[in-house]
Antibody, heavy 118, light 109 residues
C-alpha cells in the first residue's frame, strides 16, 4: 500500500532554515507528481508546492515563492522541501502528498510539524 | 487566502443528507476538475471525490460530487456520526497553483 512518511520538522527560529523529507513506498515514485500541503494550527489546508514526476517543473504558492524549494530524488524515492527565511506564519503541519494525475491529490502522509519561533 | 468559498459549517441528524458548496471562478473550477477531501479530527486528509464526481475505491456511494459552471457540490446521504469531519474542495487554478476551499465542518446532530 502507498506510504508517505515525512520527517525533518521541528522548532526553528525566525529567519532560519529547515529541510523536510518524505520517504515514499508502495508505488512507482518516479512516475507520479508530488505536492507539499500545510495546515496551520486550527486552520484550513494551504497548498505549498508541486513537482512533476521527473522534477522538471515546480510550482509554488505565492506565500512561499522565493523562499521554499521543492525537489525529488527518484533514485531514493524521496521528496524534499527546503525552507529558507522562515517566518512565524510558516508554522504548520506539513503534509507530503501523491498526485493522482487527474487533477487531484490521492494520498497524504501523516505530516510533520514545523514551528517557527520569533 | 483561499479563492474557493465553502460554508463554514453544515449539520443534520443521523440518516439525513447534507450538501456542501464550493464556489470558485472561471480560472479554477470553471476550467478544471474538482476533488473533495475529508479530514477527520487529528488525521491527515483523505480523497473522497476526484474528477468532479468519481469515487476512489473504498469510498461509499453515500458520498457524491457534482460540478456546474464555477461551482461544485459534495453530497453526503445517510449521515453517520463517523462523517463528522472537515471537508475541503480543491482544484488547479490557471495561475499554476493548486487551491483549496475554505473548509466546511460537518456536525451530526
Amino acid at each position: 500500500q502507498v506510504q508517505l512518511v515525512e520527517s525533518g520538522g521541528g522548532v526553528v527560529q525566525s529567519g532560519g532554515s529547515l529541510r523536510l523529507s518524505c520517504a515514499a513506498s508502495g508505488f512507482t515514485f518516479s512516475t507520479y507528481a508530488m505536492h507539499w500541503v500545510r495546515q496551520a494550527p486550527g486552520k484550513g489546508l494551504e497548498w505549498v508546492a508541486f513537482i512533476r514526476y521527473d522534477g522538471n517543473n515546480q510550482y509554488y504558492a505565492d506565500s512561499v515563492k522565493g523562499r521554499f524549494t521543492i525537489s525529488r530524488d527518484n533514485s531514493k524515492n524521496t521528496l524534499y522541501l527546503q525552507m529558507n527565511s522562515l517566518r512565524a506564519e510558516d508554522t504548520a503541519v506539513y503534509y507530503c502528498a501523491k498526485d493522482l494525475a487527474t487533477n487531484s491529490i490521492e494520498y497524504w502522509g501523516q505530516g510533520t510539524l514545523v514551528t517557527v519561533s520569533s | 487566502q483561499s479563492v474557493l468559498t465553502q460554508p463554514p459549517s453544515v449539520s443534520a441528524a443521523p440518516g439525513q443528507k447534507v450538501t456542501i458548496s464550493c464556489s470558485g471562478s472561471s480560472s479554477n473550477i470553471g476550467n478544471n476538475y474538482v476533488s473533495w477531501y475529508q479530514q477527520l479530527p487529528g488525521t491527515a486528509p483523505k480523497l473522497l471525490i476526484y474528477e468532479n464526481n468519481k469515487r476512489p475505491s473504498g469510498i461509499p456511494d453515500r458520498f457524491s460530487g457534482s460540478k456546474s459552471g464555477t461551482s461544485a457540490t459534495l453530497g453526503i446521504t445517510g449521515l453517520q456520526t463517523g462523517d463528522e469531519a472537515d471537508y475541503y474542495c480543491g482544484t488547479w487554478d490557471n495561475s499554476l497553483t493548486w487551491v483549496f476551499g475554505t473548509g466546511t465542518k460537518v456536525t451530526v446532530l
